[in-house]
């Protein structure tokens, strides 16, 4: 089983619900929440600029077809980032503890 982290960004008011949604459902482990990050980015052919929240969202690759779901099912945005990063390494209690509280 390999644990993957998920990056997604989110208006601030979304953000508790998703990742404690994420987290009731046995999507993800744990959802850490970073407010306040400023998003420049380009959308339909013009520069945006707005501030956002990151979620950085531990779980597994068993469970991430069921979790990009839920974000998009969740999400306000018309294309929402979502971001999965495997990891090369990661403790064996830490992943453990991943495995154990994710399920599908």
Avoid: F, G
Wanted: with cysteine; hydrophobic share 40%.
């Amino acid at each position: 089983m390999e644990a993957l982290l998920v990056l997604t960004t989110c208006p601030h008011d979304v953000a508790t619900e998703l990742a404690r949604n994420l987290v009731h459902q046995k999507l993800a482990a744990c959802v850490n929440i970073l407010p306040a990050v400023q998003a420049i980015y380009r959308w339909h052919d013009a520069v945006e600029e707005n501030k956002e929240t990151l979620l950085l969202i531990k779980t597994t690759t068993s469970c991430y077809e069921s979790l990009e779901k839920e974000i998009l099912k969740l999400h306000p945005y018309e294309t929402p980032e979502i971001l999965a990063i495997p990891t090369s390494h990661t403790s064996s209690t830490y992943l453990s503890w991943i495995v154990s509280s994710c399920s599908e």
